[in-house]
């Protein structure tokens, strides 16, 4: 078993004060250690309430739970320490038990032995860091999801096909007198594009993946004085930005996170687009422009009071998806363009604009389902390569090759899709991905 001879511990809850703080050990030595400290023996899977004490000094008042392998979330021996949550008591635990001969835990360490030692697969243990910095309930939901196993079975069951198409094509290749009979072929062509509509289906649920990580950017642009800080910090309900009469007022991008639509979203408030000699404010529209062109979605701002504005079409030659939105709209209006009528002052509007900001950004993805499986940028690599060794295969069979090829092509697709799982993933991704974890998980 991995990790044999050490014992790892860390906290595993933030760090600060608070009520209570969660101390984990991972390791042969985990029981034992929390014994010494205790000095008493220590039940399995029951919470044993008791104090803490190296040489006479009580550390603290905890409660102690112990976890024997194999049946623990790392798979060996594991005690979980629930102190009270004081950054100075959670170091002295910690230094006390690393004097007994525990030592540090690395960033994930924790999920890292549960994957090594067969507690989860490696889908599982990316769902456990996607539920931990889930940005939105439907990205939680979407992570709890394959972390019960949805993902991992349904690629579990696709390996499984996989493996009795090779078995079946290798037969047929240790067997090289015996034809294919053409009904036997068609069922084998069959069996391959059902598999590749499947790994098809779950290769276009990456947009939504990247979409619940990393969240749309959403850039608010116009004129000076058009209202963009006003309306971000409407959107956001809190004075983020400064609002000033004063044009130009912003001179670099403000950038703040909401939820919309079960999205996480960054608003982007930018500098006014208008000519100007100054090169502080030439710089910010420079920086506005970048904004428009690596946003998803684009605000386009116009103050409902002017008759018209000079940099109207400026944004529709930088961003093709853009919302115009008519500012002020608690004044008189003088603009005759069609757009969604806000007041930021109000509130006036701002539930439409909401409501449109969502159709966009969910335009491409759909509503949520209850089988909803979101793969990662990782997953996303690996399943393209699977269909396109599958889609070789189809249509080496179809071009009646030579079974080898057709093998070849199936050992690809296999090899590719058993990368997602983590058999025979090598350690400098395991490293990277886990890396991505925080301390005590």
């Known amino acids: 078993m991995p990790f044999e001879k050490d014992t790892i511990t860390a906290c595993a809850t933030p760090p600060g004060t608070s009520a209570l703080a969660l101390i984990r050990l ?101 769902a456990v860091l996607d539920v931990l910095h889930a940005r939105s309930e439907r990205a939680l939901r979407a992570g709890q999801r394959a972390l019960s196993g949805q993902l991992s079975d349904r690629l579990m069951a696709d390996r499984e096909t996989l493996l009795q198409l090779l078995a079946r094509i290798e037969a047929w290749i240790d067997f090289p007198e015996e034809d294919i009979q053409p009904e036997v072929g068609a069922g084998f062509l069959s069996d391959i594009k059902a598999l590749l509509k499947s790994t098809a289906s779950l290769l276009s649920t990456a947009p939504l993946g990247y979409r619940l990580r990393s969240g749309y950017r959403l850039v608010l642009a116009g004129p000076p004085n058009a209202g963009k800080s006003s309306l971000l910090n409407a959107l956001l309900g809190m004075d983020r ?94 603009q005759a363009r069609k757009g969604v009528r806000v007041s930021a002052k109000t509130g006036e509007g701002l539930d439409t604009l909401q409501s449109q900001i969502s159709q966009r950004l969910t335009a491409d993805l759909g509503a949520p389902g209850a089988d909803e499986i979101a793969i990662t940028t990782r997953h996303e690599d690996a399943l393209r390569k699977t269909t396109e060794a599958l889609a070789c295969a189809s249509a080496s069979l179809m071009a009646k090759s030579a079974p080898e090829l057709v093998a070849s092509d199936l050992r690809l697709a296999l090899h590719s899709l058993e990368s997602i799982l983590g058999v025979g993933t090598s350690e400098d991704v395991l490293d990277r991905l886990f890396a991505q974890f925080c301390i005590g998980k």
């Open 241 to 334: 930005a400064l609002v000033s009469p004063i044009p130009g007022t912003t001179r670099d991008t403000v950038e703040e996170s909401i939820t919309l639509a079960g999205f996480p979203v960054r608003l982007i408030d930018t500098a006014g687009l208008h000519t100007s000699k100054d090169p502080v404010e030439i710089q910010g529209m420079a920086r506005t422009r970048v904004a428009m062109q690596n946003a998803d979605l684009v605000l386009a701002l116009i103050d409902s009071t002017h008759p018209d504005d000079p940099c109207a079409k400026e944004w529709e030659l930088i961003c093709h998806q853009v919302i115009t939105v008519l500012t002020k709209s608690d004044l008189p209006s003088k």
């Open 26 to 126: 991972s390791g042969p030595g985990s029981i034992s250690i929390a014994e010494k400290l205790s000095g008493k023996q220590l039940p399995p899977r029951s919470p044993l309430p008791t104090h803490l004490r190296l040489q006479e000094t009580i550390l603290d008042e905890v409660v102690i739970t112990a976890w024997p392998k194999p049946k623990s979330y790392t798979g060996e021996d594991l005690v979980e320490m629930s102190c009270h949550g004081n950054p100075i008591i959670v170091q002295s635990i910690l230094q006390a038990i690393c004097t007994l001969g525990a030592r540090p835990a690395r960033p994930g360490e924790f999920t890292e032995r549960a994957f090594l030692n067969g507690r989860m697969d490696l889908t599982k243990a990316e």
